[in-house]
């Protein structure tokens, strides 16, 4: 199965950065989409950036001008450079994929990374 594991999180002052790396291993066929999602306490899940096979980007705007997505599709990997950060940004991120393999498609997660942005 695939599995994708974070990396990167920590605590950082306010205006500092931070850069987040997911690796994706096992048989993940052909990715279609990349992306970084977060989850503060009380609130939904939300998409952060995402970049397709086409290198096609999406940020939230709350982030965008900030954070950049990068994938490398020969190591497998994806990484959110967050710049900038402020306190709004903590919250727990998580890795996502979207893939297929053969003809069915495929969602997975990683297990998230905490990122606390606090002075």
């Known amino acids: 199965q695939v599995q994708l594991v974070e990396s990167g999180g920590g605590l950082v002052q306010p205006g500092g950065s931070l850069r987040l790396s997911c690796a994706v291993s096992?048989?993940?066929?052909?990715?279609?989409?990349m992306g970084w999602y977060r989850q503060a306490p009380g609130n939904q899940r939300e998409l952060v950036a995402s970049i397709a096979s086409t290198a096609i980007t999406n940020y939230a705007d709350s982030v965008k001008g900030r954070f950049t997505i990068f994938r490398d599709n020969a190591k497998n990997t994806v990484d959110l450079q967050m710049n900038n950060l402020k306190p709004e940004d903590t919250a727990v991120y998580y890795c996502?994929?979207?893939?297929?393999?053969?003809?069915?498609?495929?969602?997975?997660w990683g297990r998230g990374t905490q990122v606390t942005v606090s002075s």
């Open positions: 996502n994929v979207n893939y297929r393999v053969s003809l069915v498609r495929y969602t997975s």
């Open positions: 096992g048989n993940s066929g052909m990715i279609y989409t």
